[in-house]
């Protein structure tokens, strides 16, 4: 197994993306922090993973709960900055509330992360692993806070490589970037839309593979640079979109 005895946080790990990276580390050997503000799916998720996964309540943007959720575990070894949200909208749509929010989850919740995996993991090495998007690469005129978001998780992700590299501290930063993939999530946007099938097949669309991703085409990815295989590999972006960004 390709994680054995390694621990790893996740946070959003109770539903989506976060869910499927839980199950599969869980599958590969590791021992898991399931980390959300969701805590009864959270904590079903956990009872389903037992004994090698537990929960904990986790609001990214609180430095406490932070603090709470790294001085429980013994040696972490991965720490997985997957909580998000997208916020849609134009720059004259979008109003300083709904963007600071944004940044709040998606940029604050990520530097709070690596802060705190960093003092966690400088001592023993290990791997920090931050979901941006494509979006963090590729503007789109609706999503202005969402853009503005991931492309500062984006480069971030590099700084903090960096300064784990010159530290000499053997900790791993690197983000991947999911085109559009099927959670729980679209599936809500599909069911307020009043042409669904219109819409799933735009999405398809502008994937030159032929489909939208899984969680599993994702969880995939962050085994590979959870694990010792990727011990070379740090400050990178790695594309997990179906070929959408060519």
Request: glycine share 10%; net charge negative.
């Amino acid at each position: 197994m390709r994680l054995n005895g390694k621990t790893a946080l996740i946070t959003g790990g109770s539903s989506g993306l976060g869910a499927a990276m839980a199950r599969r580390f869980v599958a590969e050997g590791a021992n898991v922090v399931i980390a959300d503000i969701d805590d009864p799916n959270g904590e079903a998720l956990a009872a389903e993973l037992a004994p090698k996964a537990r929960y904990v309540h986790l609001d990214v943007t609180q430095e406490a709960d932070w603090a709470r959720a790294v001085e429980g575990i013994d040696t972490l070894d991965c720490v997985i900055n997957n909580a998000g949200i997208t916020t849609a909208g134009n720059i004259e749509q979008v109003t300083l509330e709904q963007f600071r929010h944004e940044f709040d989850i998606d940029v604050v919740g990520v530097f709070l992360g690596c802060k705190y995996a960093v003092a966690a993991m400088k001592n023993h090495g290990g791997s920090i692993i931050n979901m941006s998007s494509l979006a963090g690469i590729k503007a789109t005129a609706d999503l202005v806070a969402y853009n503005g978001a991931k492309a500062a998780v984006t480069l971030m992700t590099k700084s903090v490589a960096m300064h784990c590299a010159k530290s000499g501290y053997g900790i791993r930063c690197n983000s991947i970037h999911p085109g559009v993939i099927h959670t729980p999530i679209l599936d809500k946007v599909l069911a307020q839309v009043p042409n669904p099938d219109e819409v799933y097949a735009g999405w398809v669309a502008v994937h030159p593979i032929g489909r939208i991703g899984k969680p599993e085409d994702i969880a995939a990815m962050a085994v590979y640079l959870a694990s010792d295989e990727a011990n070379f590999t740090t400050g990178a972006e790695f594309r997990v979109d179906g070929g959408s960004s060519i």
